[in-house]
């Protein structure tokens, strides 16, 4: 299995609170992701990098934001929470024209 | 833009049938990547298989199948003799050159027993 960690598993978070989701690799590969899953959604993207430093918008970005400071982490963050954002989170890795593999997902809860 | 679409939401079959999972895309590049996962009712996402835009040829993995059709644009999945362990959700996602999985609603597989 990939070397894909999401920390954490589970978060249940006020309205109006920032929260940040973590998502750590040992593979050393180059794109990072963040999805988001919902039902009658399947799975949208919400930011993605394709380096330390390099990162971009994906189809649901609106209320989250990105960091990557190292290869190895790509952090997700809600500046303020709120109830729409209540989901399913997965990262996933890749190299190039590979396939992506996939962490255990993170489920928040906004109340 | 790049599109994928299940069209069947949900799918219920006794066990030992066959089914087949439709899958269709849409792209106006002429490189792209077509994927399936599976996600069991655990809920990870579980990698089945590649396949890049310049290899038609059908691929079967013991009883998995895949049929890649590009006058189609058609890329469906087949169980034979499905099993209880098969149920889950099966989705279909294209990649242009790299990154950027965009994937279909998935469908919802019941094998009953």
């Known amino acids: 299995d990939a070397g894909i960690t999401q920390s954490p598993r589970h978060k249940v978070t006020e309205t109006g609170t920032p929260v940040t989701l973590r998502c750590h690799q040992t593979?050393?590969?180059?794109?990072m992701y963040w999805y988001r899953q919902d039902p009658g959604h399947g799975l949208r993207l919400i930011h993605y990098?394709?380096?330390?430093?390099?990162?971009d918008k994906g189809e649901v970005s609106d209320g989250y934001s990105v960091s990557r400071s190292k290869t190895e982490d790509f952090l997700l963050t809600l500046e303020s929470a709120t109830s729409s954002q209540t989901s399913v989170y997965f990262c996933?890795?890749?190299?190039?024209?590979?396939?992506?593999?996939f962490g255990q997902g993170t489920r928040l809860t906004v109340v | 833009a790049q599109k994928v679409t299940q069209a069947q939401t949900e799918i219920s079959v006794v066990e030992k049938e066959d089914v087949t999972l439709d899958c269709v895309y849409e792209?106006?590049?002429?490189?792209?990547?077509l994927f399936w996962y599976k996600q069991p009712p655990s809920g990870e996402l579980v990698f089945l298989i590649r396949?890049?835009?310049?290899?038609?040829q059908n691929e079967i993995s013991g009883r998995y199948s895949w049929n890649f059709q590009k006058s189609t644009s058609s890329f469906n999945f087949t169980i034979t003799a499905s099993q209880v362990v098969d149920s889950a959700v099966y989705f279909c996602?294209?990649?242009?050159?790299?990154?950027?999985?965009?994937f279909g609603k998935g469908t919802k597989l019941t094998v009953n027993p």
């Open positions: 996933a890795i890749s190299q190039m024209n590979t396939e992506a593999f």
């Open positions: 593979e050393n590969h180059r794109y």
């Open positions: 990098s394709y380096g330390v430093k390099d990162t």
């Open positions: 792209t106006r590049d002429t490189t792209y990547y």
């Open positions: 396949r890049n835009s310049f290899d038609e």
């Open positions: 996602a294209l990649s242009l050159r790299s990154e950027k999985l965009v």
